[in-house]
């Protein structure tokens, strides 16, 4: 590995156009998912939810909620990133058992106070969303490291998306959606700034 990792990175491209006939083998999109699931989060509280999308009248429902964007009609497979929202309030079985898991015995009092003021003073859908951006751009250079391709889609309108997939909106936010498949394009060149514009030495 070592530096080969950077290849994987440069490889990644967001796919527009996806071979609608070439299936994903479930092995492939296991390993996808499960790059999500070791993803880091704050307080460890793994704020996602993969709801996959594989029936073709889902499919073309999603691509109509996100602006008629066809790579999501197309793509073999759609994972539909979920955000948790009310499991994350202080109070839910879910902290109590996830804050025991990440701070054991005396230390969890202590944290679970940390993590009350934390919520009360936290934007918590947006930061449930951000933790979930981290798990999807995990999920996109697995993606590559088994020769498949991806897109994320953030442009999308999230009551719809709710209502197709029936959604608990109490519970769920919409984050990213994310189809898998094999693009039928090329990848272009890369466009980025270079790091002396990006990198800052103090
Ligand atoms: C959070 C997020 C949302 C995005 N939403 C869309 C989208 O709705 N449609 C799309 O075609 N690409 C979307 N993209 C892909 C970006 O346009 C793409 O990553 C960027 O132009 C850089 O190109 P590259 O991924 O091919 O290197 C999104 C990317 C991210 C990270």
Redesign the pocket.
Known sequence: MSREILDLFRR???C?AFLRDRAIDRDDLDVVLEAGRLSPSSFGLEQWKFVVVTQPEEKAALQAA?FN?P?VGDAPAVVVILAKTADLHPDTDYIKTLMAREYPGAALEPALANYRGFHANTEVKAWSITQC?IA?ANMMTAATAIGLDS??????LPDRVKQILDIDAERYEIA?ILPLGYCAEPA?E??RLPLSELVEYR
Not at 151 to 156: D, E, K, L, M, V
């Open positions: 990644r491209y967001a527009h996100c964007q790579q951006h999807a897109c994320a889609i953030g442009g999308f990213l272009p890369k466009q």
